[in-house]
């Protein structure tokens, strides 16, 4: 009862001090003859920003420099580290940088959203000054890669650039100073397709800082689906040595589809013909690899999607694309969704921390770890990575792409380069067959990479994904 009593008191007590304070003017004090020492200068609140620390590799990660030769580990190391940096100057931007909004601060401005074309004036939406009425006002605005004016400003202005990145505007009516605040353009005088740029914007001790996104819009880039199934899916796959089992995928594939094209890319070393309608067989200086086979047929599909198939596989009633194609029409995020073969469905999540840009990151891949479902579709969930049998946007596996220097075997690789452009899912309603295994031994000598690949594929981690350690669960 006592203490009730005394935070009543105490919070009467508040309630006057800030009665008080209010009269005089200190919490909007946003005007010309300020008091000098009512001046807090504001600054961002410490601790809550937790600068980039090196990531650390769990159990039994293989440690990546071990497999670079130690003669050669420290010129590498400095080669990577730059290139890396040129990475970095690419895909970061001021647009990154952390801010903070003020507590108890008069300016109105835009924190989100606001975004200009190149070098094309725009009015900045929704500056205002909300204060309590003074003799006169002034504010100020400031940009680094842009001019300022109020209106259009000339295109002399424009070419000249950077003397007209401060604005100063001072009135001694709020509702003129709100009138020339709606009116305030901001023009970017430097070209560049997408990057950012910071407006301060203060008024005497209250001082805020809020983002302008630059960006060249893109072009859509559409395709037809057309009406039947074989307009919108291409089926590919990739060959070495085994025409058998190539010609029994297609005649499954006919048996369900009978005229969906289908691109095989073959750097078998002795080619034969396969002239079968509605295949396209694109032949390869022998031995160019898996990678490089799945990067050349897919590149050759017109189609919105394509269906990757091993040459060893069979198509069956279960292997209904038009599933798949629901999948992704009805969730037009998705860029690979994923089947199963013979019952088996294969997919993977990765970990990845950046670290601290220094030292590399670190890398861990588990198998059989899912997200949550696909809305609207309980038999698919988002993962990270599936294998060798799925459905595909064309459009999004050509930007990551197969990487040509994996000559053998490399599922995750790709989802690896593919990691936070490519959204993908599993689904358990869809599969196709596997054929008997039947291999020839000369094709075994092909089929499992030698250590010498194994190595050179780490060194790939190593370097092109600026690993520090990976770990393969
Ligand atoms: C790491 O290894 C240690 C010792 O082998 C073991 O006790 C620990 O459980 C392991 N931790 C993880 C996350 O696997
Ligand atoms: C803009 O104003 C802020 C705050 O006064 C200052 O730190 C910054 O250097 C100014 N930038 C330019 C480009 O004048
Ligand atoms: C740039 O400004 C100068 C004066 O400072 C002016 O003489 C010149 O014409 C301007 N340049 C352009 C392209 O307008």
Request: hydrophobic content about 40%.
């Amino acid at each position: 009862m006592s203490s009730f009593i005394r935070s009543g008191l105490l919070q009467l007590l508040l309630l006057g001090f800030f009665v008080v304070m209010a009269f005089f003017g200190f919490f909007q004090s946003c005007t010309v003859e300020h008091k000098r020492s009512l001046i807090r200068r504001w600054s961002p609140p410490t601790g809550l920003f937790i600068p980039p620390s090196t990531c650390f590799c769990i159990n039994d990660s293989y440690i990546l420099d071990n497999s670079i030769p130690s003669d050669q580990l420290a010129e590498i190391l400095e080669r990577r580290g730059k290139e890396y940096k040129k990475h970095q100057a690419r895909t970061s931007s001021i647009l990154n940088a952390l801010l903070f909004a003020p507590s108890n601060s008069p300016l109105q401005y835009p924190i989100q959203g606001f975004t200009v074309r190149p070098m094309v004036p725009t009015l900045i939406p929704g500056l205002a000054l909300h204060t309590q009425k003074r003799s006169s006002y002034k504010v100020l605005l400031n940009v680094t890669r842009g001019i300022l004016s109020l209106g259009t400003p000339r295109d002399e202005d424009v070419v000249n650039g950077s003397r007209k990145n401060l604005i100063i505007l001072e009135t001694d009516s709020l509702a003129e100073m709100n009138k020339l605040l709606a009116k305030v353009t901001y023009t970017s005088t430097v070209y560049h397709i997408h990057t950012g740029d910071l407006v301060h914007f203060m008024c005497e001790v209250h001082q805020a800082v809020f983002p302008i996104v630059i960006r060249q819009p893109t072009l859509p880039v559409l395709f037809d689906i057309g009406t039947a199934i074989s307009d919108q899916v291409t089926v590919t796959t990739k060959t070495f040595m085994r025409y058998k089992e190539l010609k029994l995928l297609i005649r499954s594939l006919r048996q369900h589809y009978k005229d969906m094209t289908l691109i095989v890319a073959d750097d078998t070393h002795e080619p034969e013909k396969i002239i079968e309608e509605n295949v396209l067989h694109y032949i390869m200086p022998g031995g160019q690899g898996w990678f490089a086979g799945r990067t050349l047929a897919v590149s050759q599909v017109t189609t919105k999607y394509f269906l990757w198939v091993d040459d060893d596989f069979l198509f069956t009633e279960k292997t209904k694309i038009e599933d798949l194609v629901e999948v992704m029409e009805a969730t037009p995020v998705l860029d690979v969704v994923g089947g199963s073969v013979d019952g088996n469905q294969f997919y993977f999540s990765i970990n990845y921390d950046e670290g601290d840009g220094v030292t590399g990151g670190c890398l861990e891949k588990k198998s059989n770890r899912r997200f949550h479902s696909v809305p609207n579709f309980p038999q698919c969930h988002l993962v990270s990575g599936v294998v060798n049998f799925f459905l595909a946007r064309t459009d999004a596996v050509n930007r990551v792409r197969f990487d040509p220097k994996l000559k053998r075997v490399g599922h995750p690789e790709f989802f690896m380069d593919g990691l936070g452009q490519l959204m993908v899912a599993t689904c358990s309603h869809v599969s196709i067959s596997h054929q008997p295994r039947m291999m020839k031994p000369e094709y075994k000598i092909f089929r499992h990479p030698t250590s010498e690949e194994q190595d050179s594929k780490k060194r790939l981690y190593h370097y092109k994904n600026y690993l520090k350690c990976i770990r393969f669960g």
